[in-house]
């Protein structure tokens, strides 16, 4: 079984303060992907990320793959209560299993 | 384009009673999945499709859950007899094609279901 920790479970930050999130795993993964899921809705995706080492920025979302495909990161610059959420990042492996992490619930205050 | 559409939303049943939920992927779309989202958990893989035929049940819970898509299509997920266990929110998602990687899984509101 294939498993992703992610850690913090929690984080509660104000506003303008930078916060990073990690994906880690045992496993290697053909890509990795991040969500994130609000109240009483499915999970949406933020990014993809498949080659070892690689960084995407989506504006002030910063997506880290690394080096050898087990374990990620996500951060995230002066946030804003609007990037409040629960943030998943899940493994995708052969046959196209995605796997889950238990997710990292971000409460940013104003 | 349409999403994935899921009914019902909610869903209150007493245990050891029977329960169904409905899944409508995107049109298209050959890959399925049902996932079980406990409070506080990230989803966990229930049952994958590809098409009609079944790719991964592992973690599906074959006693008592089953799933089926039967025209390759819509789906269906069973639970009989329910225990308070079940209690969550199954979320149904769908994905374009079999093979590259980034496609992404677009996901439904999912349906929450609370035994009491």
């Known amino acids: 079984t294939q498993l992703l920790e992610q850690s913090p479970q929690f984080l509660s930050i104000q506003e303008g303060e930078n916060l990073t999130v990690y994906c880690n795993s045992s496993s290697v993964f053909s890509s990795l992907q991040w969500y994130r899921q609000e109240p009483g809705e499915g999970p949406v995706l933020l990014v993809t990320v498949v080659t070892g080492g690689e960084v995407k920025k989506l504006k002030r979302l910063t997506f880290q793959f690394g080096d050898a495909r087990k374990d990620s990161s996500l951060h995230i610059t002066a946030a804003q209560p609007g990037d409040t959420g629960l943030y998943l990042c899940?493994?995708?492996?052969?046959?196209?299993?995605?796997?889950f992490g238990g997710g990292t619930r971000v409460l940013v205050k104003p | 384009e349409a999403g994935v559409a899921q009914s019902p939303r909610y869903k209150i049943i007493e245990k050891r009673q029977s329960v169904a939920f409905w899944c409508n992927p995107i049109s298209g779309h050959a890959t399925l999945y049902w996932y079980q989202q406990i409070l506080g958990q990230g989803p966990k893989l229930l049952i994958q499709f590809q098409n009609n035929g079944v790719v991964d049940d592992s973690q599906l819970p074959k006693d008592r859950f089953s799933a089926e898509r039967l025209k390759g299509v819509d789906s269906t997920l069973k639970i009989q007899p329910a225990k308070l266990e079940d209690s969550a929110v199954y979320l149904c998602?769908?994905?374009?094609?079999?093979?590259?990687?980034?496609?992404?899984?677009?996901f439904g509101q999912g349906t929450r279901l609370t035994v009491v």
């Open positions: 998602a769908s994905r374009k094609t079999f093979g590259t990687a980034n496609h992404e899984a677009f």
């Open positions: 899940a493994g995708r492996a052969a046959g196209n299993k995605l796997t």
